[in-house]
């Protein structure tokens, strides 16, 4: 059962990366622009891959708070 729940933690993971690479902003402090570094390419999209697929559950949080900051940046 312990081997079920942790594939489906790093398959989560996995995919958390896939959809949030193009957002990834939103989790730290980086560039707003997806293309900011074209030379980035696969390893960028690999290495956040990889973070993501230990650390989705921190990068969610990171994320949601991220994406309040650029919320409440925004009101008038």
Known sequence: MS????ALFL????????????????FGE???DRYADPQ???N????WITVCTFLWPLQLVSGL????????SRRP
């Open 3 to 6: 081997d079920l729940v942790i």
């Open 11 to 26: 398959v989560t993971g996995l995919v958390f990366g896939l959809l949030t690479y193009s957002r990834r902003h939103l």
């Open 30 to 32: 980086g560039h707003p």
């Open 40 to 42: 980035d390419g696969l």
């Open 44 to 47: 960028g999209r690999l290495f």
């Open 65 to 72: 708070h991220g994406l309040w900051r650029v919320r409440s």
